[in-house]
T-cell receptor, first 110, second 113 residues
Framework: DVKVTQSSRYLVKRTGEKVFLECVQD?????MFWYRQDPGLGLRLIYF???????EKGDIPEGYSVSREKKERFSLILESASTNQTSMYLC?????????FGPGTRLTVL | GENVEQHPSTLSVQEGDSAVIKCTYS??????FPWYKQELGKRPQLIID?????GEKKDQRIAVTLNKTAKHFSLHITETQPEDSAVYFC????????????FGKGTKLTVNP
């Protein structure tokens, strides 16, 4: 059974802080993704990675960066958190077709 | 790039009725169309998918149809039950292309007992 885990379910940070969100998958998937989910806007792709040390910008990369040093781990970094980055963040991984999501991290930036 | 439109944004039905959610896509090269269900407080999960070489696919009470000419695909749920209440997302992808799914904005389905 595929397992995608995220480091925190809930996170509260202050404006200007550096924030790390981590995602780990245990199925040796090449592709990993970070989305943010906001009411009425659906799932918007921030960044994705198709291999170790490889990354591609998604639709809303501004204010975010990512790191993939190991195949199983994909990190999302908010260099200087802002209130408009308050959201639900979902990680996903995929090898062929089915995309598996993590449980999500609800981030609040005060 | 690909753009996926999903309608309606909310849908309320009585238990036992059918529900239909429709999506249109813009990129004629898209060839993979999954549907995800997200229950309240839970992660999205794949419920059914279809590829462009197939016009319809069924799995018990759910079915998906694809019209490549019109570039739209639909999710059909028959004999709805309260546990079908959730947000449903459609998506489109060019397999063998950029590997990224483009999602619709979601439909909140409520099944009233």
């Amino acid at each position: 059974d595929v397992k995608v885990t995220q480091s925190s379910r809930y996170l509260v940070k202050r404006t200007g802080e550096k924030v790390f969100l981590e995602c780990v998958q245990d199925m040796d998937h090449e592709n990993m993704f970070w989305y943010r989910q906001d009411p009425g806007l659906g799932l918007r792709l921030i960044y994705f990675s198709y291999d170790v040390k490889m990354k591609e910008k998604g639709d809303i990369p501004e204010g975010y960066s990512v790191s993939r040093e190991k195949k199983e781990r994909f990190s999302l970094i908010l260099e200087s958190a802002s209130t408009n980055q308050t959201s639900m963040y979902l990680c996903a991984s995929r090898r062929t077709d089915t995309q598996y999501f993590g449980p999500g991290t609800r981030l609040t930036v005060l | 790039g690909e753009n996926v439109e999903q309608h309606p944004s909310t849908l309320s039905v009585q238990e036992g009725d059918s529900a239909v959610i429709k999506c249109t896509y813009s990129d004629s090269a898209s060839n993979y169309f999954p549907w995800y269900k997200q229950e309240l407080g839970k992660r999205p999960q794949l419920i059914i998918d279809i590829r462009s070489n197939v016009g319809e696919k069924k799995d018990q009470r759910i079915a998906v149809t694809l019209n490549k000419t019109a570039k739209h695909f639909s999710l059909h749920i028959t004999e709805t039950q309260p546990e079908d209440s959730a947000v449903y997302f459609c998506a489109a992808q060019v397999e063998g292309g950029s590997e990224k799914l483009v999602f619709g904005k979601g439909t909140k389905l409520t099944v009233n007992p």
